[in-house]
């Protein structure tokens, strides 16, 4: 792997080519892979039919309806290899999907604790460790304020405060994911979008682990960036990113104990 990350690469070249080729594949089965001269044929020497430019559109998209396949075919093989990976079009062409607009995703501040509620943690933290709750063996400093049996008030209010942050980043996560899957299929760039998919499949993170809509969408922002650029670049932030580094634990590394860490 580190051969291939001393030189950058223009993924969109490559993945382009290959789309190029399996969308070639069940035409040139049909055909002689092979001329006269004991030449390999090229692309060009294969028909460029419609079922080739649904294929296309599946393998470089998410498929397309019978309109965009019509529009994809029309465009011809090499303009239609060129709209899909840069999105550039001859001129006078229709395009292929309607032009959109679409937002980054944002996720709203948290609220700030106010000094009441930081004071209630405050409470809390003093009360479990006068009943014995802090490290593992150690005795309790103070005697318990509340009764036995009876959870002191600050630890209930503390317990609130922190179920109200965890039900912020679940509805934060699920938005994300709405937020992802209404880009894929109103995009008009299906490529990058597909590309910004696989990234997720090969870096892999994932919500229970990572357990912060903030970190999902820093690397979600990384992906869409890098989607079609440079690998090298895109392989060294991602595995030092936040939410890589959490779903691997080198968050808790430790020199006499280290966790998982990337492959080489």
């Known amino acids: 792997m580190k051969r291939y990350l001393q030189r950058p690469y223009r993924i969109c070249m490559a993945f382009g080519i290959a789309l190029l080729s399996s969308a070639m594949v069940s035409s040139a089965r049909a055909a002689t892979d092979v001329g006269d001269a004991g030449t390999v044929k090229s692309a060009s020497a294969f028909p460029w039919t419609r079922d080739n430019a649904a294929h296309l559109l599946r393998r470089a998209g998410f498929g397309g309806t019978p309109e965009q396949i019509d529009k994809l075919f029309a465009l011809g093989r090499d303009a239609a290899v060129n709209y899909l990976i840069d999105g550039t079009l001859p001129a006078g062409a229709d395009p292929v999907f309607p032009a959109v607009k679409l937002d980054d995703f944002t996720t709203p501040p948290a609220p700030e604790l106010t000094d009441e509620e930081k004071q209630t943690i405050a409470n809390a933290r003093t009360a479990r460790l ?41 509805q934060d996560l699920q938005q994300l994911k709405v937020w992802w899957i209404d880009r894929m299929i109103r995009t008009d760039r299906p490529l990058p979008e597909k590309m910004v998919l696989f990234w997720h499949g090969l870096f892999t993170s994932g919500v229970k682990e990572v357990k912060s809509a903030d970190l999902l969408v820093e690397q979600d922002a990384l992906f869409h960036k890098e989607a079609m650029g440079n690998y090298k670049q895109l392989t060294d932030e991602a595995i030092h990113g936040a939410a890589i580094l959490k779903y691997l634990n080198n968050d808790e590394n430790l020199k006499r104990q280290t966790q998982r860490e990337p492959g080489p």
């Open 130 to 170: 006068a009943g014995g709750g802090g490290k593992k063996g150690q005795a309790p400093q103070t005697q318990p304020s509340t009764p036995a049996g009876v959870e002191d008030p600050a630890v209930t209010a503390a317990r609130a405060l922190r179920n109200k942050v965890l039900g912020k980043q679940r």
